[in-house]
């Protein structure tokens, strides 16, 4: 931050001020001075729009209930909330979370195999509004994601294999009797990168995260920013053509893809077919595995190595210091990272490999829905978001304080 406000002929603004508060790079007006090199006058008048705005918190406000000494700036994580919804093939998960991404309610619901947005989206909002009913901050924005491929700027799905009928539809009109916030939509995938990302600034620099669920799908970090590429069709690692699929129909209406072989509803659809036992979803075959069944752990273990074959491509050309495995094969890490490491380990290069850690995903089952978090804060928490909402609400800047 102190690098980029430096090269830039432009004083640093109120919302990148609050950027360095919120990431705890500053917790003073005089580290503020230090690395902005903004005048005393100019940190004391941005400072006090935040302040005037409920984003920043003075010490002197927090000292009578044991908080920061006098002069210590805080950020206020109670000036707002962000609502989440995490949206699959057969499940939504709602949440809303305080400014730092802490959950302060959440509920989780199974629906019909598709099911339409005009049938989904409408009970969404209804849950979602029980959920604020006894939230008094106001709402900042949505983070909502889908699987498959999502415009972000018309906020809808334009390619989703497993999501009939909700291609080409907006789905803001459905929350916007909710609170005159934007929603922000995204991958799935995507959204499972930003969840390891929240609240460790720095912690993840590059990174593959994994969703190996009833669909197979990468979210990529690079030097701390998850990309999307393109089109937004980053990571579709599941619908790679491999020998081993040849020929297997996929469910995205072609022949040969990975998830032929190895994504979670081609494994039900094999335990099924062996007439051994009667599972639904992927999560029943997980729960066989983690009971000890051999024929869903020997399932989940070759999946695992289908899919590294083509993580050792991704991990030789991108070089990340960590792959992150999230999704509901999560759940049996130990079973499913096992059959990752053997192709990994003998398919990518030894530099690649050297340091690479392959861990589970930080937040569980519940990461989707704290990536959708994550989605809305890191765009209603921007600097460039910051600074249009107080320039609809902050009194005329005096002259001086610019510079």
């Known amino acids: 931050m102190n ?17 360095l508060v919120r990431t705890g790079r500053a917790s003073t007006r005089s580290d ?17 729009t935040l302040t005037s705005a409920g984003l920043v918190l003075l010490g002197e406000e927090l000292a009578s209930t044991g908080g920061r000494p006098p002069g210590a700036l805080v950020f206020n994580k109670d000036a707002g909330v962000v609502a989440a919804v995490a949206i699959g093939r057969s499940r939504s998960q709602l ?27 409408p009970r969404v909002a209804e849950r979602l509004a029980g959920l604020l009913e006894d939230v008094e901050a106001p709402v900042a924005g949505f983070g909502l994601s889908l699987p498959g491929t999502v415009d972000a700027l018309r906020g809808l799905s334009i390619d989703s294999p497993v999501m009939a009928g909700w291609n080409g539809v907006e789905l803001a009109p459905y929350l916007s009797g909710l609170a005159d916030a934007p929603l922000f939509v995204g991958n ?20 593959l995260v994994v969703k190996a669920s ?32 040849d020929g297997l129909p996929c469910r995205c209406g072609r022949t040969g ?45 070759e999946s695992g190595r289908r899919l590294g074959e083509l993580l050792a491509v991704a991990i030789n050309l991108l070089n990340p210091a960590t792959v992150v495995v999230g999704g509901d094969m999560a759940a049996a890490f130990d079973v499913y990272a096992g059959g990752i490491r053997e192709s990994v380990y003998t398919r990518a290069g030894a530099l690649a490999t050297r340091d690479l850690q392959i861990v589970p995903a930080t937040h569980g089952d519940r990461a989707g829905l704290v990536g959708c978090a994550a989605l809305a804060l890191d765009h209603v928490l921007s600097p460039a978001a910051v600074d249009a909402r107080l320039m609809t609400h902050a009194p005329p800047v005096p002259a001086d304080s610019l510079r």
């Open 95 to 121: 949440g809303v979370f305080d400014l730092e991404g802490t959950e302060l309610a959440a509920d989780s619901a199974d629906h019909r195999v598709g099911v339409g947005p005009d049938e989904l989206m």
């Open 257 to 301: 893809c990975l998830e032929a072989v190895a994504g979670g509803w081609a494994l039900v659809g094999r335990l099924e077919e062996s007439g051994g036992h009667r599972v639904g979803h992927v999560r029943d075959l997980v729960a066989l595995a983690l009971r000890g069944d051999a024929e869903a752990r020997g399932l989940l273990r």
């Open 32 to 48: 503020l001075r230090r690395l902005t090199g903004l005048s005393r006058t100019a940190v004391v008048s941005r400072v006090s």
């Open 188 to 207: 799935d995938c995507d959204v499972l990168a930003r969840s390891e990302l929240l609240g460790r600034p720095g912690a993840l620099r590059d990174a």
């Open 3 to 19: 690098e980029t406000l430096r090269e830039s002929a432009a004083p640093a603004t109120a919302g990148q001020l609050l950027e």
């Open 214 to 245: 009833t669909g197979l799908g990468l979210g990529i970090v690079a030097e701390g920013r998850v990309l999307s590429g393109h089109r937004g069709a980053a990571g579709e690692i599941g619908h790679t053509w491999i020998e081993a699929a």
